[in-house]
T-cell receptor, first 116, second 112 residues
Framework: AQTVTQSQPEMSVQEAETVTLSCTYD???????LFWYKQPPSRQMILVIR??????QNATENRFSVNFQKAAKSFSLKISDSQLGDAAMYFC?????????????FGQGTRLTINP | DTEVTQTPKHLVMGMTNKKSLKCEQH?????MYWYKQKAKKPPELMFV???????INESVPSRFSPECPNSSLLNLHLHALQPEDSALYLC???????????FGQGTRLTVV
């Protein structure tokens, strides 16, 4: 079964520093998508970055980048120049064919604290 | 308009009440989702509608009844809920051309 594992329940980083959040997943599919979503106290899930499994190039969005290792089934998120507004719960998510249907499955989340 | 709008933002209901949650989007998305999120946990998929037809029901109890009256609107009808159903209920939508789902801000439901 497809599962997503985030092994870091909590992380903290000094403002302006760099932090990396880990995510591993398990799947037997070759075609799927991976995402990092951010959920601040406002509760809305906000897309941070996405990666198509068929693309070898790592996705980047401004200060956010991923290290996608398909063979290792690893998908980590790097946040550069951390800002106070980056404080939130971060969820790694997998979207692919699960039990015959396209589903989005989330990891347990990592709570990121930014220290001023 | 790139928003998914959920109403109400907060809802308190008794175990004998009937209430409904509403989700609306005007992005032309034809796939719409309901998720349930307990405190400090990830969202869990409840239902998926594709082209206004229910395509996935994740074995959700019948006290939750989804409805998709048109391509922009998704409802979740609630009846005879239990206190353990208290949670944040998130709606999301996606188009086949997009890879990601867009989420609303959720309805914080408390069952007393």
């Amino acid at each position: 079964a497809q599962t997503v594992t985030q092994s870091q329940p909590e992380m903290s980083v000094q403002e302006a520093e760099t932090v990396t959040l880990s995510c591993t997943y398990d799947t037997s599919e070759s075609d799927y998508y991976l995402f990092w979503y951010k959920q601040p106290p406002s509760r809305q899930m906000i897309l941070v970055i996405r990666q198509e499994a068929y693309k070898q190039q790592n996705a980047t969005e401004n200060r956010f980048s991923v290290n996608f290792q398909k063979a290792a089934k690893s998908f980590s998120l790097k946040i550069s120049d951390s800002q106070l507004g980056d404080a939130a719960m971060y969820f790694c998510a997998y979207r692919g064919l699960i039990q015959g249907a396209q589903k989005l499955v989330f990891g347990q989340g990592t709570r990121l604290t930014i220290n001023p | 308009d790139t928003e998914v709008t959920q109403t109400p933002k907060h809802l308190v209901m008794g175990m004998t009440n009937k209430k409904s949650l509403k989700c609306e989007q005007h992005m032309g998305h034809r796939a719409m989702y309901w998720y349930k999120q307990k405190a400090k946990k990830p969202p869990e998929l409840m239902f998926v509608y594709s082209y206004e037809k229910l395509s996935i029901n994740e074995s959700v109890p019948s006290r939750f009844s989804p409805e998709c009256p048109n391509s922009s609107l998704l409802n979740l009808h609630l009846h005879a809920l239990q206190p353990e159903d208290s949670a944040l209920y998130l709606c999301a939508s996606r188009t086949r051309m997009n890879t990601e789902a867009f989420f609303g801000q959720g309805t914080r439901l408390t069952v007393v």
